[in-house]
């Protein structure tokens, strides 16, 4: 029996119908991720809210793709991964960059694979950010800002990857990637 229950607009808590709402006003449909998130109304919220906020970061359409499915490729979440492939490649991110985060990230040019690398440490940092770590980033020509940007699109997304690992969310039709090779070509990405 499944640990979560994927809600509709019927069946989500009362406190959660504005915000599955607002993804049906913002994608055409309900996510098959909020639908499981609504469970929570304020791990939706936040989530929501964090997401919004790092669409309107520093960083460039390309820049967020590899904080976005780095994450997704390091937390073993093949959801996380093909949506926002779906999402990079409709806003005009190179398929090729695309395919490299998800695949091969040693494919990427010098300053994203710097971007990649530090997103990993923010990942796998544990509170605590190495001083190489945000040395290597600056020297990339990233700034300040861009450094706790990623931070906020890492803890983005691990809300989303730790539920879908709860809730085993099923890709939606819609953001199913065809190109995607599995999780097990990438998990030593």
Not at 33 to 61: K, N
Not at 84 to 108: N, T
Not at 121 to 149: H, T, W, Y
Not at 154 to 167: D, F
Request: hydrophobic share 45%; aromatic share 6%; with cysteine.
């Amino acid at each position: 029996m499944p640990v979560l229950k994927l809600h509709t607009l019927d069946s989500t808590p009362e406190k959660s119908k504005a915000l599955l709402q607002s993804s049906i006003d913002n994608f055409g449909w309900i996510p098959n991720q909020s639908a499981y998130m609504s469970e929570s109304p304020s791990l939706l919220g936040a989530y929501q809210r964090a997401h919004d906020l790092f669409i309107d970061s520093s960083l460039t359409e390309e820049e967020k793709a590899v904080v976005w499915i780095t994450t997704g490729v390091a937390n073993h979440c093949a959801y996380t991964i093909q949506a926002h492939a779906f999402i990079a490649l409709a806003k005009g991110v190179d398929e090729r960059v695309v395919d490299a985060l998800a695949h091969e990230p040693s494919r990427l040019d010098a300053r994203l694979l710097a971007l990649h690398g530090f997103t990993l440490e923010v990942i796998d940092c544990r509170g605590s950010l190495s001083k190489p770590a945000i040395d290597a980033l600056l020297r990339a020509g990233f700034s300040k800002q861009n450094m706790l940007d990623v931070i906020l699109g890492v803890s983005q997304k691990n809300m989303s990857t730790i539920l879908n690992s709860i809730a085993g969310t099923e890709i939606d039709e819609r953001f199913k990637w065809h190109a995607f090779q599995g999780l097990k070509q990438t998990a030593e990405a």
